[in-house]
């Protein structure tokens, strides 16, 4: 079985900052790591995803995210936000092979300020 | 287009009746998931269903039951209601069963309030 931990429930940032949204799992096996965003009554949307290769994924809107095996952490980076990134970040995590087995974390608000 | 729909958008009903959320994808794809969102934003999957046939079904009373028409709508029928069932309800679709380079594409959400 798989868990995810989102260390920060909210996270509040002025426009332009850099912004790190934390993310750390716990897997008996190897895993399929992504993170969604959930923008004010909308659904999910993808916004990355780590499969294998390059630990360092880049994902739409500017963010990525790095996958560190040994600290089993997800954890996601934009380096300037906007006011439109405003949303709800879900780190999700699935065994390696069978993405349909998502797992997801509590969710972190990040909330851009003016 | 909407690529996964569900209707209704939301969903406000008394205790004890029984409901129906439906959902639709035009992506042609083969598996399609429900979700449970709390009020705490957690998310947590209930059922996934592979060409029709179930392949994921959490523990979830037997007062939900998902029904596969077609592979292309996954419904969501719920009896006897309960306070503890208010939550929002997303829907999801893949194009496989969860191989390596699939996404699941989510719904909007309905929001279902139990008074």
């Known amino acids: 079985a798989q868990s995810v931990t989102q260390l920060d429930s909210q996270v509040p940032v002025f426009e332009e900052a850099p912004v790190e949204l934390r993310c750390n799992y716990s897997?008996?096996?190897?895993?399929?790591l992504f993170w969604y965003v959930q923008y004010p009554n909308q659904g999910l949307q993808l916004l990355l995803k780590y499969l294998s290769g390059s630990t360092l994924v880049k994902g739409i809107n500017g963010f990525e995210a790095e996958f560190n095996k040994s600290q089993t952490s997800f954890h996601l980076r934009k380096p300037s936000v906007h006011i439109s990134d405003t949303a709800e970040y879900f780190c999700?995590?699935?065994?390696?092979?069978?993405?349909?087995?998502?797992?997801f974390g509590s969710g972190t608000q990040l909330t851009v300020l003016p | 287009d909407t690529a996964v729909s569900q209707t209704p958008k939301y969903l406000v009903t008394q205790m004890g009746n029984d409901k129906s959320i439906k959902c639709e994808q035009n992506l042609g794809h083969d598996t399609m998931y429900w979700y449970k969102q709390d009020s705490k934003k957690f998310l947590k999957i209930m059922f996934s269903y592979n060409n029709k046939e179930l392949i994921i079904n959490e523990t979830v009373p037997n007062r939900f039951s998902p029904k596969s028409p077609d592979k292309a709508h996954l419904n969501l029928h719920i009896n006897s209601l309960e306070l503890g069932d208010s939550a929002v309800y997303f829907c999801?679709?893949?194009?496989?069963?969860?191989?390596?380079?699939?996404?699941?594409?989510f719904g909007p959400g309905t929001r279902l309030t139990v008074l």
């Open positions: 999801a679709s893949s194009r496989t069963s969860g191989g390596p380079t699939d996404t699941q594409y």
């Open positions: 897997s008996s096996v190897s895993v399929y």
């Open positions: 999700a995590v699935s065994p390696s092979g069978s993405a349909r087995q998502l797992t």
